[in-house]
């Protein structure tokens, strides 16, 4: 290796849409209101879960989880990205980089296995409803939330530190919003297969070892749904996992179509991303978090009675 063509880097350049000049202006008020709506909606479905005691229940703890996840997701990228689109030198510090980086990895780490766990309470409800207050008692939902905070702080602790260790040379511009630990990583002036094989692990580790625990868990769902007698019967048990199997499909839908999309000869060539998978990563890092609140509220007759109770003013006067 040469290390002449070394440098300690101060800071990385964010392109964006600096590419595209006249879309910038247009990508900033969009995401201003996507912000409000993510801090907002989430924010609301917290409180309610919280004060209104229907919602006491192991889902509405669970969903309380995924929305203080889902604004510390985007709270990590947004803020930051939306100063750089009014600046006019687009740079971020290294080390709020590697901030920036290990938060992100974190809450998507921790959203991969916080919905596994939710598929798996849903799982009990419907095909083991009488051991169910015993299976998800108060004594083991709080170690299952707790333990996908941990993998998911822990799985990206390890990761950034693998990353912030490689030597980095004079190309500091990535190619993308934020730092996002794959498009940092390509930077480096090294050997970077043996990060690329851990981040394979932990992927298959924390993303599809949940889905798996998803497809199976809903594919059991399912089957005791069919077993059914009547329509209403289906229809009232399919109710109360419509909402959970929505997100999941935005979610892993958007992860996986984002990964596992072709590309083209000059993105790879290039190491970047093109507007199309720009506007990808946003859908996935700000339209699944200001969805999750909106899937929940619409298609949740609990939700919008203590919504409307809220509004009212009636959840402050219990």
Known sequence: MEWENQTILGEFILKGFSGYPSLELLFFVIIVIMYVVIILGNGTLILISIL????????????????FLDICYTTTSIPST????????????????????????????????????????????????????VIMSKDSLVPMAAGSWIIGVINSAVQTVFVVRLP????????????????????????ISGNEFIMLVTTALFALMPLLLIVISYSLIISSILKIPTSEGRS??????????????????????MYMKPKSKETLNSDGLDATD??????????TPMMNPLIYSLRNKDVKEAMKH????????K
């Open 52 to 67: 209104d005691s229907h919602l006491h229940t192991p889902m509405y703890f669970f969903l309380g989880n995924l929305s």
């Open 82 to 133: 939306l100063v750089s689109v009014l600046s006019e030198r687009k740079t971020i510090s290294f080390s709020g980089c590697v901030m920036q980086m290990f938060l992100g990895l974190a809450m998507g780490t921790t959203e991969c296995v916080l919905l596994g766990m939710m598929a798996f309470d849903r799982y009990v409800a419907i095909c083991n409803p009488l051991r169910y207050p």
């Open 168 to 191: 980095f040379c004079r190309n500091n511009v990535i190619n993308h919003f934020a730092c996002e630990i794959l498009a940092v990583m390509k930077l480096a002036c090294a050997d």
């Open 236 to 257: 009232k048990a399919f109710s109360t996992c419509s909402a959970h199997l929505t997100v999941v499909i935005i979610f892993y839908g958007t992860i996986l179509f």
């Open 278 to 287: 720009k506007l990808i990563f946003m859908f996935y890092g700000v339209m």
């Open 310 to 317: 809220l509004f009212n003013g009636r959840l402050f006067s």
